[in-house]
């Protein structure tokens, strides 16, 4: 069953990031977060990300406007390190509450409730006009790019904060396509570098196929990125946004209150 949703969900989406607000972090996380333990959903979600935006890097890339991608990428690569070293920390707290509802335990602890509430506020930018229209100007990129490195390192949801910012860089759509893909390359390495091999090799050991598991996810998000480059100058999807954002809405809320 983790492989028909995870692979699902990283084809879909990965189709639907090249033009859209939000990103394959965004909703691929918490599909893995339903089958395992908060940080190694993280952690396996960087993966996939990584390997389908270097895809899309060879379909799209090079159309990116490269002063642009200096700007907002490297201070987002900065506050990426920052961002998954605080993830490292917060996965070592002990739970603040326990309690039992309908005969199963559930725990709030730091990682689920900071995590449940980045859910929430992007959640918010897919739900509501005000922040579906929001952009900054140009010469904000750098603040932009670490304001969506530091949540891309923290929680693997940068995708909404990247689009805000750059939508007013001056690019044309696939300049915009192009320059985000390439910056969302070099944020993954930078949290990538600080999640390590041995957070890799000590979260993903005993909690099954994960690695199995990452590969059928990353096949399906090249599948999903090839289709959504043919499709980029013929759809638009805000009816999709609201749908996403009242998944993201219920995920976000539910990891918060330890239901999930």
Not at 28 to 34: D, I, R
Not at 72 to 83: D, Q, R, S, Y
Not at 150 to 169: D, E
Not at 217 to 232: H, K, P, Q
Request: net charge positive.
């Amino acid at each position: 069953m983790e492989y028909l949703i995870v692979c699902l969900v990283a084809l879909l989406v990965s189709a639907l990031t090249l033009f859209s607000g939000f990103g394959l972090g965004t909703l691929l996380m918490p599909a893995f977060a339903l089958f395992f333990p908060l940080p190694v959903a993280i952690a396996a979600t960087a993966v996939v990300h990584l390997a389908n935006n270097i895809f899309k890097v060879i379909l799209v890339g090079r159309k990116a406007d490269w002063g642009v991608v200096l700007r907002f990428a490297l201070p987002g690569a900065v506050a990426a390190m920052i961002g998954a070293a605080l993830l490292s920390l917060f996965a070592e707290v002990a739970p603040l509450v326990s309690y039992s509802l309908g005969g199963r335990d559930h725990e709030i602890t730091v990682i689920k409730l900071v995590i449940g509430a980045i859910i929430v506020l992007f959640a918010l930018f897919e739900l509501l006009p005000y922040f579906n229209k929001l952009a900054f100007e140009r010469k904000y990129l750098p603040w932009g790019g670490l304001l969506s490195g530091f949540f891309g390192g923290l929680s693997g949801n940068q995708g909404a904060l990247r689009s805000a910012f750059l939508i007013k860089a001056g690019l044309d759509k696939e300049a915009f396509i192009g320059t985000g893909t390439v910056s969302s390359v070099i944020v993954d390495a930078a949290r990538l570098l600080v999640y390590g091999l041995s957070f890799y090799a000590v979260s993903f050991r005993g909690v099954g196929d994960i690695w199995g598991l990452v590969l059928a996810a990353t096949l399906a998000a090249f599948v999903g990125a090839f289709i959504g480059s043919r499709l980029i100058k013929k759809i638009t999807f805000r009816a999709l946004q609201l749908i996403v954002g009242v998944m993201l809405m219920l995920v976000g809320l539910g990891m918060a209150t330890g239901l999930l």
